[in-house]
T-cell receptor, first 113, second 110 residues
Framework: NAGVTQTPKFRVLKTGQSMTLLCAQDMNHEYMYWYRQDPGMGLRLIHY???????AKGEVPDGYNVSRLKKQNFLLGLESAAPSQTSVYFCASRLSGPTDTQYFGPGTRLTVL | SQQGEEDPQALSIQEGENATMNCSYKTSINNLQWYRQNSGRGLVHLILIRSNEREKHSGRLRVTLDTSKKSSSLLITASRAADTASYFC??????????FGKGTSLLVTP
């Protein structure tokens, strides 16, 4: 049982390049989330999914797209990376209800030059 | 928007001492959670307290909730060097996602 895994762990991009971050969970969780963490800002919600085939915008969705084609995977895409997207990205998942624990992945450190 | 705000931003204590950190939030909640983040790692869930609870314990952790003041506190008793981490409070939002505060950075020195 690996929990929540993220690929890659580190990435450096040039402005304008694109990339996809992959999040996978093996706990059969319905809900999945992408957050970004910047120094002194805490975590901010980018997008989330309440089930396979569904996605919704969070607090800071601009410049990102997501897809949840399979229940266990949640992809975060950057179509044209900008320096403002330099951050640490965390994926999380939750089984179902509001009192269920949210499990986090180890994070992806992204630098956009 | 960030619902919770932790106080203090940073806390430095010695091993064996107690550490107290506070969280204030803005709107009504169903529950409040505390998470720990070790440097360079993901967040780990510590404890959840429901809106109808006033106090909850888990090992060396004690959490209180005052819904009238919209505040919560996390007490870590007999701190250890391994407790060095950032601590975040979190409240619920749409899709059962979480609103996190900016965190309290705790340093426990031997």
């Amino acid at each position: 049982n690996a929990g929540v895994t993220q690929t890659p762990k580190f990435r450096v991009l040039k402005t304008g390049q694109s990339m996809t971050l992959l999040c996978a969970q093996d706990m059969n969780h319905e809900y999945m989330y992408w957050y970004r963490q910047d120094p002194g800002m805490g975590l901010r919600l980018i997008h989330y999914s309440v089930g396979e085939g569904t996605t919704a915008k969070g607090e800071v969705p601009d410049g990102y797209n997501v897809s949840r084609l399979k229940k266990q995977n949640f992809l975060l895409g950057l179509e044209s990376a900008a320096p403002s997207q330099t951050s640490v990205y965390f994926c999380a998942s939750r089984l179902s209800g509001p009192t269920d624990t949210q499990y986090f992945g180890p994070g992806t450190r992204l630098t956009v030059l | 928007s960030q619902q919770g705000e932790e106080d203090p931003q940073a806390l430095s204590i010695q091993e064996g001492e107690n550490a107290t950190m506070n969280c204030s939030y803005k709107t009504s909640i169903n529950n409040l959670q505390w998470y720990r983040q070790n440097s360079g790692r993901g967040l780990v869930h510590l404890i959840l307290i429901r809106s109808n609870e006033r106090e909850k314990h888990s090992g060396r952790l004690r959490v209180t909730l005052d819904t009238s003041k919209k505040s919560s506190s996390l007490l870590i008793t007999a701190s250890r060097a391994a407790d060095t981490a950032s601590y975040f409070c979190a409240t619920g939002r749409s899709g059962y996602a979480l609103n996190f505060g900016k965190g309290t950075s705790l340093l426990v020195t031997p």
